[in-house]
């Protein structure tokens, strides 16, 4: 089916979504982030966008980021720790966008959201207007759920689904999820080597739903199954989602050149 994916070459409007998993060394470094991928995200996003393409950037990362800068090990238990880390990452990870973004001549701007933009009619509209407002001016935005502020009552939860609530927000054509796997198993690839890639899901049933696992990393919150819930989301609002390996360098323009890269849910 990768005529199918034909249509992902003349996309305009793309929300990318990367996880924190893409953006950091994980346990080995301590957290600490991966200049190296970061950079070259950046700058991919960057050509894109002077392709003609509008990129809304969603990211994860701000505890990670935060966890990094204080030095610790490990990511804390309590909410008023992650929020306290996630203030304090929250301008390490928008620093180094903004230093990157620069120097491929990218204006960014940040938005963070919380659950009540998504289900407050007023607020939600107040959202758009303001996200059509930055796209309008050519400037790229840089999305982040509010988790300095955010209680379990009220966050989103993960950054998967806040994406596929921004990509219906500003009516984008497709959502693509960059994470550290290549796509949907049909089983768990690091328990089971026979477990093979789907590359196309034209409806989501209930036999996806049930592959989908729980969460995957220690920092990341969205493992397969917060993906296919957002991959719900976008579907029903006719944006087709692609999840692929963001630690593959290239990635993301391959998938939108049409290859069969990663696993894409149809949308409309």
Same mark, same amino acid.
């Given at each position: 089916?990768?005529? !199918?994916?034909?249509?992902?070459?003349?996309?305009?409007?793309?929300?990318? %979504?990367? @996880?924190?998993?893409?953006?950091?060394?994980?346990?080995?470094? *301590?957290? %600490?982030?991966?200049?190296?991928?970061?950079? *070259?995200?950046?700058?991919?996003?960057? /050509?894109?966008?002077?392709?003609?393409?509008?990129?809304?950037?969603?990211?994860?990362?701000? $505890?990670?980021?935060?966890?990094?800068?204080?030095?610790?090990?490990?990511?804390?238990?309590? =909410?008023?720790?992650?929020?306290?880390?996630?203030?304090?990452?929250?301008?390490? &990870?928008?620093? $180094?966008?903004? #230093?990157?973004?620069?120097?491929?001549?990218? +204006?960014?701007?940040?938005? &963070?959201? +919380? #659950?009540?933009?998504?289900?407050?009619?007023?607020?939600?509209?107040?959202?758009?207007?303001? &996200?059509?407002?930055?796209?309008?001016?050519?400037? =790229?935005?840089?999305?982040?759920?509010? /988790?300095?502020?955010?209680?379990?009552?009220?966050?989103?939860?993960?950054?998967?689904?806040?994406?596929?609530?921004? !990509?219906?927000?500003?009516? !984008?054509?497709?959502? $693509?999820?960059?994470?550290?796997?290549?796509?949907?198993? /049909?089983?768990?690839?690091?328990? /089971?080597?026979?477990?093979?890639? =789907? *590359?196309?899901?034209? #409806?989501?049933?209930?036999? =996806?739903?049930?592959?989908?696992?729980?969460?995957?990393?220690?920092?990341?919150?969205?493992?397969?199954?917060?993906?296919?819930?957002?991959?719900?989301?976008?579907?029903?609002?006719?944006?087709?989602?692609?999840?692929?390996?963001?630690?593959?360098?290239?990635?993301?323009?391959?998938?939108?050149?049409?290859?069969?890269? @990663?696993?894409?849910?149809?949308?409309?």
């Amino acid at each position: 089916m990768i005529a !199918a994916r034909e249509f992902l070459k003349d996309a305009r409007r793309i929300v990318v %979504k990367v @996880g924190t998993s893409t953006l950091s060394y994980g346990e080995r470094g *301590h957290y %600490k982030l991966n200049l190296y991928r970061i950079e *070259h995200l950046i700058r991919e996003i960057a /050509d894109l966008h002077n392709a003609g393409k509008e990129i809304i950037f969603v990211s994860s990362g701000a $505890i990670a980021a935060g966890i990094g800068k204080m030095g610790l090990t490990e990511k804390p238990e309590t =909410i008023p720790e992650n929020q306290a880390l996630a203030a304090i990452g929250q301008g390490v &990870l928008m620093h $180094i966008y903004e #230093k990157f973004f620069a120097e491929y001549g990218q +204006t960014m701007a940040q938005i &963070l959201l +919380t #659950k009540d933009n998504a289900a407050d009619e007023h607020a939600r509209e107040n959202s758009r207007n303001s &996200l059509m407002a930055i796209l309008k001016m050519g400037v =790229i935005p840089v999305i982040n759920e509010n /988790d300095a502020v955010a209680t379990d009552e009220i966050r989103i939860g993960d950054n998967d689904n806040l994406s596929a609530i921004v !990509a219906g927000l500003v009516d !984008a054509e497709v959502l $693509i999820i960059l994470t550290d796997i290549d796509g949907l198993y /049909d089983g768990n690839p690091k328990i /089971d080597s026979a477990a093979k890639l =789907i *590359h196309d899901v034209p #409806k989501i049933t209930a036999e =996806i739903e049930k592959i989908a696992g729980g969460a995957g990393t220690k920092l990341g919150t969205g493992g397969m199954f917060t993906k296919i819930q957002a991959a719900k989301l976008a579907t029903q609002k006719n944006i087709s989602m692609l999840i692929i390996n963001g630690q593959e360098i290239g990635n993301l323009r391959r998938a939108l050149n049409g290859e069969q890269v @990663g696993t894409i849910f149809y949308g409309g």
